[in-house]
């Protein structure tokens, strides 16, 4: 299977608990992105990576989240002292960085529950 | 805002028919990507048009794209049920970040 890959696929956790999910994206690509996605709602951008590099982060993203790209291969994103309003899916892609145009390659996503 | 708005927001057709769904942004793009989405996955892409191009094919699919008016269009024809999902456009400006609005949820009936 060379598509991106999450786990894990669900996640349930009681508020304050802190939580990691991890992202395998396709083994070429040197971009790696999150997003957030709740119920009716398009994906929200997070952050993203070029590499191992966190190049942008967005500015409404909480300090409670981080996300690392060791080496440029897989990332974790964690959520500290989660809250109810943390829960959604979230979604990994990656893509190849080409300069005309690249498009994203999604995983399945993490559905996250906090109760 | 960097995110593209679709229009409808919900869409219910007759299979056989064709399905068109719109898009408006406000800035300089570079190109302009389609997704779609099933429910509880994750995001497919569809096709992409450069601001360059104004209206591309890919089988049963036509995208436009009118930069002056900041718009692009998505029809699909003779629909199917296997298109019942979300369609989202993301415009993409030089950072080649995707916002992604809050889509169409288009219905195909068998």
């Known amino acids: 299977d060379t598509g991106v890959s999450q786990n894990p696929r669900h996640k349930i956790t009681k508020r304050g608990q802190n939580v990691t999910f991890r992202c395998d994206p396709i083994?070429?690509?040197?971009?790696l992105y999150w997003y957030r996605q709740t119920l009716g709602q398009g994906p929200e951008f997070l952050t993203y990576?070029?590499?191992?590099?966190?190049?942008?982060k967005s500015r409404l993203l909480s300090d409670r989240f981080s996300a690392e790209r060791p080496k440029g291969s897989f990332s974790t994103l964690e959520i500290q002292r989660t809250e109810q309003g943390d829960s959604a899916m979230y979604l990994c892609?990656?893509?190849?960085?080409?300069?005309?145009?690249?498009?994203?390659?999604f995983g399945s996503g993490t559905q996250l529950s906090v109760l | 805002s960097q995110q593209g708005e679709e229009d409808p927001q919900a869409l219910s057709i007759q299979e056989g028919e064709n399905a068109t769904m719109n898009c408006s942004y406000k800035t300089s793009i570079n190109n302009l990507q389609w997704y779609r989405q099933n429910s509880g996955r994750g995001l497919v892409h569809v096709i992409l048009i450069r601001s360059n191009e104004r209206e591309k094919h890919s089988g049963r699919l036509r995208v436009t794209l009118d930069t002056s008016k900041k718009s692009s269009s998505l029809l699909i024809t003779a629909s199917r049920a296997a298109d019942t999902a979300s369609y989202f456009c993301?415009?993409?400006?030089?950072?080649?970040?995707?916002?992604f609005g809050t889509g169409t949820r288009l219905t195909v009936i068998p």
């Open positions: 990576f070029q590499n191992e590099a966190q190049l942008e």
């Open positions: 993301a415009p993409v400006t030089g950072a080649n970040n995707l916002f």
């Open positions: 083994s070429e690509h040197n971009r």
């Open positions: 892609a990656s893509s190849l960085a080409s300069g005309h145009g690249e498009k994203l390659f």
